[in-house]
C-alpha cells in the first residue's frame, strides 16, 4: 500500500498518475481538511472534492478543479438579493462560486452530516458514487479551521483559509498561520494504521504550511510519520524559487522560511528521509542534503496525465 498526505491540485494530479502506475486499491491518500468551509448552510470540502473530480476524470482540467462543463445559474441567481442583504449577512455571498453540479456534492455531504454519519463515512459514499478506486480519507472527523493573521496591523481579524485564498486572492500579507481545533483533533479513522503499514508514505506536491501543515497538525500524525521517516518520499511543490500555483512561494517568505527546495527541505526533514526536486533545483541538490533529506532530481511539473504517471514512478522508485 502507498499512502499519500494530500491537499488540492498538485496532489489530485499527483495522484492521478499513481493510479496509472499502481493498482488504485493500493492507494490511501490522507487528505487536508482544514480548507472546509460552511457556506449557505452547506459543508464545502475543497481539497476532498478536487482529488475526487479529478481522479474521476471530471474535474475542469483548466481551472483544476471544480467540474467540467460546469454552469453557474444558482449563483448568478443568488448575485440579486445582495443589495438587499443587511451589511453583516451572507446570505448572498458569492465571492467563493459554488457550481450548480457542484452543489449536489455539498448538499449530499451536508444532509449524511446531519443525519449523524461521519466525514469520512461521507467522503467514502461520494467517492464510490464517482467511481473512484483509491480510498481518500479525510485528515480527522474534526473541525480544524486554516486560520491567517494579517501582517496590516490595521488588520486585526483573522482570515479563514477561503477568506484568504479565494476572496482575497491570496494577496494579503501574513504574519503567523494557526489550525484552530487541531490540539483536540483526533485522526481520521485508518490515517496512523495507513502511515504505519504502509510500504512507501509520499507527500504530494502540496502547500507545505496550508496544506501538509493542518495535517502534521492532528496529534499523533507527525509521529508516526518520524516513525516511518526512512520509508516518507515528499515532492517539492517549489520549483526554482517558485510555487507553480497558489501562494506556497510567498508564504513560506513570510512566516520567515526560505522559499525553496532548501526551505522546504528543512521543514520537512524531522519526518521525511527523502525530497524530490525538480531538475531546475539540482543545482541546490547538496542544500538539500545538508539539510537532512536524500535529494532526488527529476522532473517535477505536471502537465498532464504522462507527467504525473512519471512523477509517480519516480517516487515510487526512489531510495528510501
Known amino acids: 500500500m502507498i499512502t499519500v498526505l494530500a491537499g488540492g491540485v498538485g496532489a489530485a494530479r499527483y495522484l492521478a498518475g499513481l493510479v496509472q502506475v499502481i493498482d488504485a486499491d493500493d492507494v490511501t491518500a490522507v487528505v487536508n481538511t482544514g480548507d472546509d468551509v460552511w457556506l449557505h448552510g452547506l459543508r464545502v470540502c475543497p481539497d476532498l472534492d478536487t482529488l475526487t473530480y479529478t481522479l474521476a476524470?471530471?474535474?475542469?482540467?483548466?481551472?483544476?478543479?471544480?467540474?467540467?462543463?460546469?454552469?453557474?445559474?444558482?449563483?448568478?441567481?443568488?448575485?440579486?438579493?445582495?443589495?438587499?442583504?443587511?451589511?453583516?449577512?451572507?446570505?448572498?455571498?458569492?465571492?467563493?462560486?459554488?457550481?450548480?453540479r457542484d452543489l449536489a456534492t455539498h448538499l449530499y455531504r451536508t444532509a449524511r452530516l446531519g443525519e449523524g454519519a461521519d466525514l469520512a463515512e461521507v467522503t467514502g459514499e461520494v467517492t464510490a458514487a464517482w467511481g473512484v478506486g483509491c480510498r481518500l480519507v479525510p485528515m480527522t472527523n474534526d473541525t480544524v479551521e486554516t486560520r491567517l493573521t494579517p501582517a496590516d496591523a490595521e488588520r486585526a481579524d483573522e482570515l479563514g483559509f477561503q477568506e484568504y485564498f479565494v476572496q482575497h486572492r491570496h494577496s494579503v500579507v501574513v504574519s503567523a498561520v494557526r489550525f484552530a481545533g487541531a490540539e483536540a483533533a483526533r485522526p481520521g479513522p485508518g490515517v496512523l494504521a495507513a502511515i504505519a503499514g504502509a510500504e512507501r508514505v509520499?507527500?504530494?506536491?502540496?502547500?507545505?504550511?496550508?496544506?501538509?501543515?493542518?495535517?502534521?497538525?492532528?496529534?499523533?500524525?507527525?509521529?508516526?510519520?518520524?516513525?516511518?521517516?526512512?520509508?516518507?518520499?515528499?515532492?517539492?511543490?517549489?520549483?526554482?524559487?517558485?510555487?507553480?500555483?497558489?501562494?506556497?512561494?510567498?508564504?513560506?517568505?513570510?512566516?520567515?522560511?526560505?522559499?525553496?527546495?532548501?526551505?522546504?527541505?528543512?521543514?520537512?526533514?524531522p519526518w521525511a528521509a527523502t525530497l524530490v526536486v525538480d531538475e531546475a533545483d539540482a543545482g541546490r541538490a547538496g542544500e538539500v542534503e545538508a539539510a537532512g533529506m536524500r535529494c532526488v532530481v527529476g522532473l517535477t511539473v505536471m502537465h498532464g496525465p504522462a507527467e504525473g504517471a512519471a512523477l509517480a514512478r519516480l517516487t515510487l522508485a526512489s531510495p528510501a
Open 57 to 100: 476524470g471530471a474535474v475542469d482540467a483548466e481551472r483544476g478543479w471544480g467540474l467540467v462543463g460546469e454552469t453557474w445559474a444558482a449563483m448568478d441567481a443568488l448575485a440579486r438579493y445582495q443589495q438587499a442583504a443587511p451589511p453583516a449577512s451572507s446570505a448572498g455571498l458569492t465571492w467563493f462560486r459554488l457550481g450548480d
Open 202 to 269: 509520499v507527500v504530494a506536491p502540496s502547500n507545505p504550511i496550508v496544506s501538509i501543515g493542518p495535517i502534521l497538525a492532528v496529534p499523533g500524525v507527525a509521529d508516526a510519520l518520524a516513525a516511518r521517516r526512512a520509508d516518507v518520499v515528499a515532492v517539492s511543490p517549489i520549483v526554482a524559487g517558485a510555487a507553480l500555483r497558489g501562494p506556497a512561494d510567498r508564504l513560506l517568505a513570510e512566516l520567515g522560511h526560505q522559499p525553496s527546495v532548501v526551505g522546504v527541505a528543512r521543514l520537512y526533514a
